[in-house]
């Protein structure tokens, strides 16, 4: 096909795409397409966290769903407790109680799942640091966890919990230090 009569076909076409896009406004999902991508979203795989943050990064693709994507990130605990990086994990967590809750559809077993996608969410993160210091952070993962699985909230972490684990992963940094020095 030559140039000139691809020009000619493809321009009016590309008009009444246009034109389309802009005079029928995209349909609001339905409640049953909402209920499948939150709960896509809040799965335990580390492919279902991936398409969360993937989504989270481009919002503006999912307006249709009317999603909230609000977070106080780990509430009143720290976001980064002894330099652990938590933020992403407590911002799925969020996500997934307000979503659900927002749907009508927050029962005991879509809180036990999104807790146990949190825990999984933080145990995946743990497993990226230094195995010296990891031991710390599954420590705290399990903290974390068991907050919002008894309590609903990350409120229940106690700077004694905090001080656990800061304990444990200075013991392991001396003790791998000295190994290093011998």
């Known amino acids: 096909m030559s140039r000139s009569r691809l020009a000619r076909w493809a321009t009016p ?3 009444v795409l246009f034109v389309l896009s802009v005079a029928a406004p995209a349909a ?3 409640f049953e397409q909402k209920v499948a991508v939150v709960t896509n979203f809040t799965q335990n795989s580390a492919s279902s966290y991936s398409s969360w943050l993937s989504a989270r990064n481009n919002q503006a693709a ?3 769903y009317d999603l909230d994507w609000s977070t106080d990130l780990c509430s009143s605990s720290p976001d980064n407790p002894l330099g652990f990086d938590f933020k992403l994990s407590c911002a799925r967590h969020d996500f997934g109680y307000r979503n659900h809750k ?3 559809i927050f029962t005991s077993t879509v809180k036990d799942r999104v807790d146990l996608a ?3 969410d933080l145990k ?4 990226t640091y230094n195995w010296v210091v990891r ?4 420590s705290l993962a399990w903290t974390y966890y068991e907050a919002v699985k008894n309590f609903g909230s990350l409120a229940a972490v106690s700077q004694s919990d905090l001080n656990k684990a800061a304990k444990m992963k200075a013991d392991a940094l001396a003790k791998a230090s000295s190994r290093a020095q011998a």
């Open 13 to 15: 076409l590309l008009s």
């Open 28 to 30: 609001a999902a339905t």
């Open 62 to 64: 999912w307006t249709d």
């Open 102 to 104: 927002r749907l009508g």
């Open 118 to 120: 949190f825990y999984n």
């Open 124 to 127: 995946r993160k743990c497993a």
């Open 135 to 138: 031991p710390a952070c599954y």
